[in-house]
């Protein structure tokens, strides 16, 4: 529930960031999974309504993080929530504003990745810290920052213009398509290397079989990456890229326990 909560208030802060900014209304070819939820553009909710909808997400999970605490109290668990908390604000907010400075993917990669499973395991372990949750948070780590990625291709000619530097702003088509490529060979490798380390159980492997979803992304990016409409359903699959590896991967766990 804290980690949800957490999300929902990146989310609606990143609107009303990405709003102030002017990044969402440069944004003139909005798609399903990018260009933001547009509800503010559209008049369906005000700026300020946006915001406290975000603060008040943002309290809910510090009162969830403040109870864990107060149960499962360590110093482990107290550093991870503190820079939950600074990687989600500063996703987009001043001063940080991780994405436009071409650290957004690395942000959610952390904070989706080891932030969400290390903590969860410090909290049913009261305390202790392992590699194990570590090495299997960066599959999971690697792909959701993969849906960010993609997502950021048909949004850098908006981007650009409000300053909002991401790696797809930065980088040439080329390098962008194989950064895709080398982070997604990355995840996998890490869970054959994991299983093969002894780390990672055996069913894990399992995950290997949103492969053949990965390949239909990598293929589907050059022809699509200046058609915003034609990547959206590039978009779609990358998604489940993510969603079926993790689903997977708790199979694997479901399995040996």
């Not at 989310?11 to 399903?32: I, K, L, W, Y």
């Not at 940080?96 to 049913?124: C, D, N, S, T």
């Amino acid at each position: 529930v804290g980690a949800s909560l957490g999300q929902l208030g990146l989310n609606v802060a990143n609107d009303v960031f990405d709003t102030a900014s002017g990044a969402d209304d440069a944004n003139v070819t909005p798609t399903q999974f990018s260009g933001g939820s547009r509800v503010i553009q559209y008049g369906l909710v005000s700026f300020r309504q946006m915001a406290g909808i975000a603060t008040v997400f943002y309290v809910g999970a510090g009162i969830v993080g403040l109870l864990l605490l107060a149960l499962r109290g360590s110093p482990a668990l107290l550093a991870i929530g503190i820079v939950g908390f600074i990687v989600s604000i500063g996703y987009t907010a001043p001063p940080l504003k991780f994405v436009y400075r071409g650290l957004g993917e690395i942000a959610v990669a952390v904070g989706f990745g080891p932030l969400m499973l290390v903590g969860a395991y410090v909290v049913q372990t009261r305390g202790t810290l392992s590699w194990e949750p570590f090495v299997a948070s960066l599959p999971v780590a690697l792909l959701v920052m993969l849906i960010l990625y993609v997502n950021e291709i048909p949004d850098r000619r908006g981007d650009a213009r409000a300053g909002k530097r991401t790696l797809p702003v930065r980088l040439s088509k080329a390098a962008v398509i194989a950064g895709y490529r080398i982070s997604a060979v990355a995840a996998y490798a890490i869970v054959v290397g994991g299983v093969i380390a002894g780390l990672l159980p055996i069913p894990t492997l399992i995950a290997l079989l949103t492969i053949p979803l990965a390949l239909r992304v990598s293929r589907g990016l050059e022809p699509n990456y200046d058609n915003p409409y034609g990547l959206m359903a590039i978009m779609g699959v990358n998604v489940k890229v993510h969603l079926y590896a993790g689903l997977l991967l708790l199979a694997g766990y479901a399995v040996v326990l």
